[in-house]
């Protein structure tokens, strides 16, 4: 069984980042269209509708988190290995110059380019979405539970922040390093 804090802090994090991953889709629909696109791992006629599908899907995903007693985690997982599949997929290929659509700037042009790197970041995700199905103890919460919540959501946020950071620096210095081919 796993402290509730814990289930209330994945909760939260993964409520904020499905919500911010949704914004920052629909702010930059055609940019993500594009995205979509160039990943060619669906029939273009529809990628218009998974392009408006796949943000929806994640505001309604960090919503569900956000609401105590629903944990998502089923959803959250499929979605998940989906995006991973489709980064996997292009690094097989050796499609590493496109965008991951998965960034959270003003636009999809900041993303990140496709590496490994992602994949073990999305691997994390899904593992963390799967330890949320797992029961809740029952115990009192009380007000140092609250600033522990608080302190370790700021940590939470912090480190992925520094574990996307990392990620960028990472496929830049690899585009850095290999000479210039396209395997389109």
């Known amino acids: ?21 949704s914004v920052h889709k629909l702010r930059a629909l055609d940019n993500f269209r594009a995205v979509l696109a ?3 791992v669906m029939p273009a006629l529809i990628v218009p ?21 629903i944990k998502p985690w ?18 097989l290929r050796g499609r590493v110059h496109i965008s991951c659509g998965c960034g959270f700037g003003a636009s999809t042009e900041t993303d990140d380019a496709l ?3 992602l994949v073990i ?3 994390i995700l899904i593992s963390a979405a799967l330890v949320t199905s797992m029961p809740a103890a029952i ?11 608080v302190v370790a959501l ?3 946020v912090l480190l992925f922040a520094a574990g996307n950071q990392l990620i960028r620096n990472m496929a830049a210095i690899n585009t850095w390093r290999r000479p210039v081919t396209h395997h389109d």
């Open 38 to 40: 160039d990943y060619r």
């Open 115 to 117: 590496s490994w790197g």
């Open 49 to 69: 509708v998974v392009a408006i599908g796949l943000p929806a899907l994640e505001a309604v995903l960090g919503l569900a988190w956000l609401f105590p007693g």
């Open 154 to 156: 700021i940590a939470i």
């Open 74 to 91: 089923l959803p959250t997982v499929a979605l998940l290995v989906l995006y991973t599949s489709g980064i996997a997929i292009n690094l």
């Open 139 to 149: 115990r009192a919460v009380g007000i140092l539970d609250y600033v522990i919540l």
């Open 121 to 123: 970041r999305n691997v």
């Open 1 to 21: 069984m796993l402290d509730p804090i814990i289930i209330t802090l994945m909760s939260i994090s993964f409520g904020l980042m499905f919500a911010l991953a």
